[in-house]
């Protein structure tokens, strides 16, 4: 057997709070032309995950972890996905980390140092961060992860241009300075940066990190979630009627569009064959049909709800009578 080392695997890992952009940017990783391959590692936070249903299908090897912040419960389940992955280093090119829009990136990108297994056999390439650019003062207020995600960025895409003026975005660009002064920042809409300017970027700075965290590499994960966000989720078999959707959700946003962080959803709409996704940030709410059921597959409709202060009865019941009569 040969002594020579083999190359090590660059990972990315994309972050960012609730609902800046992270999964748009990781379709258009997967979707563009760049002929490169990549295993993809989604977490979520909530009991029903939906994020790898919004994920485009690809060829790509998309592993899904639910019920734990990346940087806490499930850093073990990373630690085993990697090196299940490298058993098969011949498939893929990358590996991307798409983590949970509460985690502090801190913890994460420890796993790949202090992990030894996994040191020998990926390199930590960048940490890029996604940011509202519309919502981010209000993070910064009232959320410590938002301001990690950023203090650890190599690259942050201030994304959501097209909801704020010139004069907005110079503002939050100088708080995104002021946390982190050397990071590149690139401004898009629709997480429409360059490919090559998000991967394969060699970016990833331990000496900067250490310059800020002392004590990085000891391990120790002493970060706290912000207890009052929490996470509720539903599942429901009959189709939904999507105007008694419409009008539910134009309500509860309207009335709890402040408390709900995020928002999101695959729904089964009666006669239709493609899936719904719906998502919403705060009041602002989008949803369009995505690929279609698989066959045979059971067509239940899931909504998630990050936020504050949520009354569950309340809103499975409001979820529950959006479905069609039996």
């Known amino acids: ?81 990697l090196a299940g992955l490298m058993k098969r280093r011949d498939r893929f090119d990358g590996i991307i980390v798409e983590t949970t829009g509460l985690a502090d990136p801190a913890p994460v990108a420890q796993t790949f140092f202090v992990d030894e297994d996994v040191k020998k056999a990926t390199r930590l390439d960048s940490i890029v961060t996604v940011v509202d650019a519309k919502h981010l003062a209000q993070r910064l207020n009232d959320s410590r992860e938002a301001e990690g995600q950023i203090a650890f960025a190599d690259l942050i895409l201030l994304n959501k241009m097209d909801l704020v003026s010139e004069a907005e975005a110079a503002v939050v660009e100088e708080k995104i300075r002021a946390i982190n002064p050397t990071v590149e920042v690139i401004r898009t809409t629709n997480s429409a940066a360059p490919i090559a300017s998000v991967i394969g970027r060699d970016a990833f700075s331990l000496e900067r990190i250490l310059a800020r965290e002392p004590d990085f590499l000891s391990g120790e994960d002493d970060h706290e979630h ?68 698989k066959p045979g597959q059971e067509r239940k409709s899931r909504i998630v709800f990050i936020g504050r202060d949520l009354n569950r009865p309340q809103l499975r019941r409001g979820f529950e009578a959006c479905q069609v009569e039996a």
């Open 1 to 81: 057997m040969s002594d020579t080392p083999r190359e090590t695997v660059p990972v990315t890992v994309l972050t960012g709070y609730l609902g800046a952009g992270k999964t748009t940017l990781l379709n258009r990783i997967l979707t563009e032309n760049h002929g490169q391959k990549f295993a993809v590692v989604i977490n979520e936070f909530g009991e029903l995950g939906v994020d790898n249903d919004l994920v485009v299908d690809a060829d790509e090897e998309v592993f899904e972890m639910n019920n734990g912040c990346i940087c806490c419960t499930v850093r073990g389940d990373l630690i085993r996905i």
């Open 226 to 293: 912000d207890s009052e966000v929490n996470s509720m989720s539903f599942e429901v078999s009959r189709p939904i009627d999507p105007e008694k959707f419409n009008a539910w959700m134009t309500e509860l946003l309207a009335n709890k569009g402040q408390d709900l962080l995020r928002t999101k959803g695959i729904l089964a709409y009666p006669g239709e064959d493609r899936r719904f996704a719906f998502q919403a940030v705060h009041m602002i709410a989008d949803g369009d049909y995505i690929s279609p059921w």
